[in-house]
């Protein structure tokens, strides 16, 4: 069982569209954090949100840390084909000691 | 922002022999480091915890003697694929926490390591 269920697994949109990766758990965070990776290589933080119903903005990408901080969603507009990569979520907390707990990752693909 | 490197970046060995990858802090010393391991098209999975100074973490399921880890100095950490064998082709990950920059680790850009 994935600690931190992370959907879609695969996203193919056209250039312009706006979507939406979701990121949820049954257990509490202190933080989360989005990463984008290419293949190849290591990935690279977005952002980080400790704070429930913390929204921070990065551009055209909209990060939202739930209430309970067990749940986070990243929205991104008028999506590009520069966007295409592989997104990861990846939470911290107290139970889990120092490590970081990653979600499955979200395969996204903007088709020009 | 803090810079981890890898090397090699990529390695090609033969089936029965042993693989050194290295992991580096550039900018700063990282108590800790941390080993994924990752396949295409999958999130990273969490191999071992390296601390300075003294012995590995490793997950259940990671066989301590096949996947050797040193952290001899504050900016380096070994992993040491012994006896590779072909199941062992995968992209390992390292990254590091700076102590002085809070919880947020810092990934190196990988090594693909192919086993034939």
């Known amino acids: 069982t994935q600690l931190l269920e992370q959907s879609p697994q695969f996203l193919s949109i056209q250039e312009g569209e706006n979507l939406t990766v979701y990121c949820n758990s049954s257990?509490?965070?202190?933080?989360l954090q989005w990463y984008r990776q290419e293949p190849g290589e290591g990935p690279v933080l977005l952002v980080t949100?400790?704070?429930?119903?913390e929204v921070k903005k990065l551009k055209r990408l909209t990060f939202q840390f739930g209430d309970a901080r067990k749940d986070s969603s990243l929205h991104i507009t008028a999506a590009q084909p520069g966007d295409t990569g592989l997104y990861l979520c990846?939470?911290?907390?107290?139970?889990?000691?120092?490590?970081?707990?990653f979600g499955a990752g979200t395969i996204l693909r903007v088709k020009s | 922002g803090a810079v981890v490197s890898q090397h090699p970046s990529w390695v090609i060995c033969k089936s029965g022999t042993s693989v050194k990858i290295e992991c580096r802090s550039l900018?700063?010393?990282?108590?800790?480091m941390f080993w994924y391991r990752q396949f295409p098209k999958q999130s990273l999975m969490l191999m071992a915890t390296?601390?300075?100074?003294?012995?590995?973490?490793?997950e259940q399921g990671v066989e301590k003697d096949k996947f050797l880890i040193n952290h001899a100095s504050l900016t380096l950490s070994t992993l040491t694929v012994t006896s590779a064998h072909p199941e062992d082709s995968s992209f390992y990950i390292c990254?590091?926490?700076?102590?002085?920059?809070?919880?947020?680790?810092?990934f190196g850009p990988g090594t693909r390591l192919t086993v034939t």
């Open positions: 990254s590091a926490r700076d102590p002085l920059e809070g919880t947020e680790q810092y």
């Open positions: 257990s509490v965070f202190s933080s």
């Open positions: 949100v400790v704070t429930g119903g």
């Open positions: 990846a939470g911290e907390g107290l139970e889990y000691g120092n490590k970081l707990v």
């Open positions: 900018d700063f010393q990282a108590t800790t």
């Open positions: 390296s601390n300075e100074g003294s012995k590995a973490t490793y």
